[in-house]
């Protein structure tokens, strides 16, 4: 809405219009003549370069005029300074002048609101014309704006006389802004990363604080073609050897890393950015947070595992800060977290955020709940100790505050309008100072995020891989399924070789934190347990994806907190399985024929036997006669052959695989000549836990469901039907068993609920997680899941989503 004249002449009086000198009678119906002032300035030399300052020289007209040339471009200035913090202006050329051939401005009549000065005119003739110091030259109109206004601050402001061109000022201001985008730019989470496009997303309506984002096309641009050849062919060893030479791998990958850095020209453009957004003021304080490509989605939060650097001043140390984010990206933790996922690409899918640091009274974070509302959990000061796992936070719910902290209440109305503006639960990272509540990181909450518990206390617990029973409080994660094969195939055969007087080689289940590595208790206990084995080296499997890293045991509690992030003050909790890796000075194999057994062997160890990387000797036993008698395995023939019997008696046709160590004979593993028969089935969790037993099958579904639909089967099992006929048969079977089995049925039958107490767990061919059984395994803390498609018979092994069975004969 344009100003009439009355209204330009009454906001001048009101103030809120700057015109000086200020004349009534220069007035129009909707605008207001200004007049040409005396200097001219005309650009010396050509071409001119929109990158550097051109120079000018001045022109003073005298009273009698001067002539302006057709084509040349002279820069004058008005006499009036005009200005208005509340209008929008914008300028021409009074008709009279434009009728005798004359531009005023090429391209540039709209102004900004809050400059108040002299205004530069580009004047530019179509024919030779005299003209005079103080003509009217041009009318000024002025605009009601809409919407919240900004004030200019540019380096126009406070204008005198002509000014040329300072376009070169914002040269390189205008591509640092293109190359590391702000908060209120259009940003591309592809480049980005969620965790900074969330903050863009939301800067607009809640108090964020000013960053801008160093893209992962940054990162990636900064190696050369060789470093990412050395990068490429480093994690394509990764995914061939399933990252069984990972410590090797990391050498080579973080000697190429080091080596990248800033290029110059992104150092420069760096510190043109931090002073376009946080000016020249060498004691502003930045926080440099990752924002890696597949964090903070909605299903993986991949949380701690890149670098956040805080308390950074000056633009050296954003820099180096920058380079320290980029090289957590090929940390250990961060490449074993990526290959777990399944994922080996070499490519840096890592942005980087550089923001101005909050010094906050109160900082934390909160969940929205559907149950609780909004869960906050803060400290005093910074929140890093708090999301590090360090401070023991203030916990506060939405529904249990009195007032007394304002600013909870602000974090409630935020994270409430997050929830709302997202349409899912959201995870808040916040800081509180005297300016109020401000916005650190928002993001989904995941699974991923659910699944991994911490404890506040040391935790560095050992169990054994094939003879203890796995408490319920452990998690196994990731390596469900495997700790799933190894129990279901190794644990009945080791349990055997030890009631034969069999060697065998030590495994656990390795549960801890990054406390209860470091505590010298709960460490010094670890180191303790697992030296009791027989080897100096052992064998981690992280998951499916990282597996068999072999590591000298006096290097393992390093070897776990380095490839799991685990520091010194970290809770987050971890499951790992460990083996003795036995070399041993023979890899031997035997095997029975008939009446008569086989046996290999190498010094070049099992695996090179396994896997025919090495020739191998045999030695054939025939009627107790050993040929040819003279060999180094002489003296172990005996135990080789009973062992070899029982087992082949046991499971039929197989063969075993061995390593002799110190003198002494170790059984490894076998293998059945026929297949393993081991069957692995992803499974839905109806109660958590790990389980593991002879699997037993029950086919009586006419009369499980007849009794679960009774009155008599209630969730509270008041009325005991052990004695029905037909229950009685099936808890006989259950306790004929020579360990409590995992029952298997085709559905989770309430009345099976008599079996709680009997058995190690339940397998469904399908189920309900709400029926009545489900809830009693739940209170009873009885492993049971739902899987199709396994044997009948067999060893079986419930661990998290999996369940694995090893077939009988």
């Known amino acids: 809405m344009i100003l009439t004249g009355a209204e330009i002449e009454r906001e001048w009086a009101n103030g809120r219009i700057t015109i000086e000198p200020f004349t009534p009678e220069q007035v129009n119906p909707n605008s207001y003549n200004f007049r040409l002032g005396r200097t001219l300035c005309v650009y010396r030399d050509m071409p001119l370069d929109a990158r550097h300052g051109n120079e000018c020289d001045e022109i003073e007209i005298p009273d009698e005029g001067y002539v302006l040339e057709s084509g040349r471009l002279y820069l004058a200035h008005t006499i009036e300074v005009l200005g208005s913090e509340y209008y929008a202006p914008t300028f021409a050329a009074r008709s009279s002048v434009a009728r005798l051939g004359l531009f005023i401005n090429l391209s540039a009549s709209l102004g900004d609101i809050g400059y108040k000065g002299q205004w530069t005119l580009q004047l530019y003739s179509m024919n030779k014309i005299r003209v005079y110091p103080g003509i009217n030259i041009g009318q000024m109109m002025w605009w009601r704006p809409q919407g919240d206004i900004e004030l200019y601050d540019g380096k126009y402001q406070g204008a005198t006389g002509p000014r040329r061109s300072d376009i070169h000022k914002d040269f390189h201001k205008q591509f640092a802004r293109q190359r590391f985008v702000g908060l209120r730019a259009s940003v591309d989470p592809a480049t980005t990363g969620p965790k900074f496009a969330a903050l863009a997303a939301h800067s607009r309506r809640f108090r964020v604080p000013d960053a801008f984002c160093i893209s992962a096309e940054e990162f990636d641009g900064a190696f050369s073609d060789d470093q990412r050849r050395g990068l490429a062919a480093a994690f394509d060893d990764l995914r061939a050897t399933v990252g069984a030479f990972l410590t090797d791998s990391l050498m080579d990958i973080h000697k190429i890393v080091s080596g990248v850095h800033l290029t110059e020209q992104a150092r420069q453009l760096l510190a043109i950015r931090i002073a376009d957004i946080f000016g020249d003021d060498e004691s502003v304080e930045f926080a440099v947070r990752s924002s890696g490509l597949d964090e903070d989605t909605a299903g ?202 069999v060697g065998v080689g030590h495994g656990w289940v390795v549960h801890f934190n990054g406390r209860g590595l470091s505590a010298a208790e709960t460490g010094g206990r670890l180191r303790e347990v697992i030296d009791e084995g027989g080897a100096d080296e052992c064998v981690l499997d992280f998951g499916e994806t990282l597996r068999q890293i072999v590591v000298h045991k006096a290097e393992l509690l390093d070897r776990l907190a380095e490839t799991t992030g685990a520091g010194p003050d970290s809770t987050r909790l971890h499951t790992v399985i460990v083996r003795d890796y036995l070399r041993g000075d023979l890899g031997i194999i035997s095997r029975r024929v008939g009446d008569d057994f086989i046996v290999e062997y190498t010094p070049e160890g099992l695996m090179a036997l396994n896997r025919g990387t090495s020739g191998a000797a045999a030695v054939m036993i025939r009627d107790g006669q050993i040929d040819p008698a003279d060999n180094p395995i002489n003296a172990h023939i005996g135990e080789l052959a009973q062992f070899t019997g029982a087992m082949s008696d046991r499971y039929g046709p197989m063969t075993l695989e061995w390593v002799r160590q110190s003198g002494k004979l170790f059984f490894v593993d076998y293998s059945l000549l026929g297949g393993d028969a081991l069957n692995s089935a992803d499974a839905r969790v109806i109660s958590a836990g790990t389980a593991a037993g002879p699997l037993l099958d029950l086919d009586e579904d006419e009369v499980l469901s007849r009794l679960s639909i009774g009155p008599a089967v209630s969730v509270d099992r008041s009325q005991d039907l052990s004695g029905h006929e037909g229950l009685a048969e099936i808890i006989a079977r259950v306790r004929a068993c020579s360990e409590p089995p995992i029952v298997r049925a085709s559905r989770p039958y309430a009345v099976l609920s008599v079996l709680i107490g009997e058995v190690a767990g339940f397998v469904f061919d399908q189920g309900s997680t709400l029926g009545h059984l489900a809830i009693l395994l739940r209170e009873a803390r009885l492993p049971a899941v739902a899987a199709q498609g396994l044997p009948s018979e067999g060893h079986a092994v419930i661990s998290g989503g999996t369940v694995t069975v090893t077939g009988g004969k």
């Open 300 to 501: 993986s939060s991949l949380a701690g595992i890149h670098t956040t650097v805080l308390n950074v001043q000056g633009v050296d140390a954003v820099a180096q800060a920058v380079e320290q984010c980029w090289r957590s990206y090929y940390e250990a933790s961060a490449v074993a977290a990526r290959i777990r996922a399944g994922d080996f690409s070499h490519k840096p899918r890592l942005a980087v955020i550089v923001q101005r640091m909050i010094r906050p009274e109160l900082a934390g974070v909160a969940f929205s709940d559907p149950e609780d509302g909004v869960v906050i959990e803060y400290v005093e000061g910074l929140a890093d100790s708090l999301v590090a796992g360090v401070a023991v936070p203030v916990l506060a719910k939405s529904a249990e505050l009195t007032g007394d902290v304002p600013a909870l209440a602000e974090v409630v109305r935020l994270v409430q309008a997050l929830r709302a503006a997202e349409g899912y639960d959201v995870d808040v990272e916040w800081a509180a100072d005297v300016d109020g509540v401000h916005l650190i990181q928002v993001r989904p909450q995941t699974a991923a995020s659910q699944q991994n518990p911490c404890h506040d206390e040391p935790v560095a617990d050992a169990y054994r891989l094939y003879f203890d029973e796995i408490p319920a409080s452990v998690d196994l994660g990731e390596v469900s399924a495997i700790y799933g094969g190894y129990a279901a195939k190794r644990g009945p055969v080791h349990r055997l070789a030890v009631e034969c007087g």
